[in-house]
């Protein structure tokens, strides 16, 4: 069994992302900039845009946080996206997840520049990457291929059972697959029996938010897990959503939660972020 280093990757995704800012710099006079729409005060979503700024200062990007009470109302927020839509030192506009209840997700995210979108939520961004066109893809599904590709991990043809379809995780990742020409079984709550689709996959991809769905007798020997699931237990620690202590031995790759998937959705967000930059006309 070997371990997917999330947190190694990441370092470097990231030390290659500062070279090119530097680069950018000199060459070009561009600072890549990131704005983040931060609403309300759920601790982890602070938590998480606090990671998001620390990241952007170590690689040299200027970013701003639009911090707003959850009392504000939908146009307030949709005025604050435009300017940052015409605010030419932002490249990436990221709104982060989740919003309060009276405010309309999906509006949100529609009103984003799509050359803006960094985080690959938009509808035009999702319609590109299901057409296998160059497009903004969402950081967390996008961190997953770069771990394969590090890892040297051939997806053609390969049996991949993804079980979560979010529109933030599950689908963009399907959609990658199959692009990579993976062949790919979508799975959800609503699957009549997941361990038969599970137990017959390659590579089982894993993102529900629930501690230790995937069981032992769940997986084939030899198959590759990945865990996008990050659940805070009752003794205050992260665990994923695979049962890693018994699952693990029968892998031949797994990612460890936490230092596995985590920390490359940060990473693809400097580097969706870059791109936008190095797109500026
Ligand atoms: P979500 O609630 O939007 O979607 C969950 C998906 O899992 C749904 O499609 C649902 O049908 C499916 N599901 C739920 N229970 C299931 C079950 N028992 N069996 C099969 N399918 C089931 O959640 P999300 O935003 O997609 O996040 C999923 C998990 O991934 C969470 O733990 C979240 O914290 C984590 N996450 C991690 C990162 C990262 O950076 N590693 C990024 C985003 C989300």
Redesign the pocket.
């Known amino acids: 069994m070997q371990l997917i280093d999330g947190k190694a990757l990441a370092g470097k995704v990231q030390s290659n992302v500062a070279s090119e800012v530097e680069a950018l710099k000199k060459e070009k006079n561009i600072v890549p900039g990131l704005a983040v729409i931060l609403i309300g005060d759920d601790p982890a979503s602070h938590a998480y845009v606090k990671m998001k700024a620390k990241a952007c200062e170590n690689v040299g990007f200027y970013s701003i946080t639009h911090n707003m009470p959850d009392s504000i109302s939908q146009e307030e927020i949709i005025a604050t996206i435009e300017m940052m839509n015409n605010n030419p030192r932002i490249d990436g506009i990221l709104v982060q997840l989740p919003l309060p209840a009276h405010v309309d997700t999906d509006k949100i995210l529609e009103v984003i520049d799509p050359k803006k979108d960094v985080d690959g939520f938009h509808a035009y961004n999702v319609g590109r990457l299901v057409t296998n066109l160059d497009a903004f893809v969402a ?2 599904p996008l ?1 997953v291929m770069k771990m394969f590709e590090e890892y040297n991990i051939d997806l053609k043809g390969q049996d991949v059972c993804v ?8 689908k963009p990742m399907a959609s990658l697959l199959l692009n990579a020409e993976a062949t790919v079984t979508i ?5 009549k029996d ?1 361990k038969s689709h599970t137990s017959k996959a390659d590579i089982v991809v894993v ?4 501690p230790g ?1 995937i069981k032992a007798d769940m997986i084939k020997e030899g198959a590759i897990v990945i865990d ?4 805070r237990i009752a003794d205050g620690s992260l665990v ?2 695979v049962d890693f202590k018994n699952v693990s031995p029968k892998c031949s790759y797994i990612t460890p939660v936490p230092g ?3 920390p ?3 990473a693809m967000l400097l580097s969706n972020t870059l791109k936008s930059a190095k797109a500026r006309v």
């Open positions: 950081c967390t961190g079980v979560g379809a979010s529109n933030i995780v599950g799975t959800h709550i609503h699957t997941l993102g529900v938010g629930v769905l996008i699931g990050i659940n994923g959503d596995g998937v985590g490359m959705t940060i």
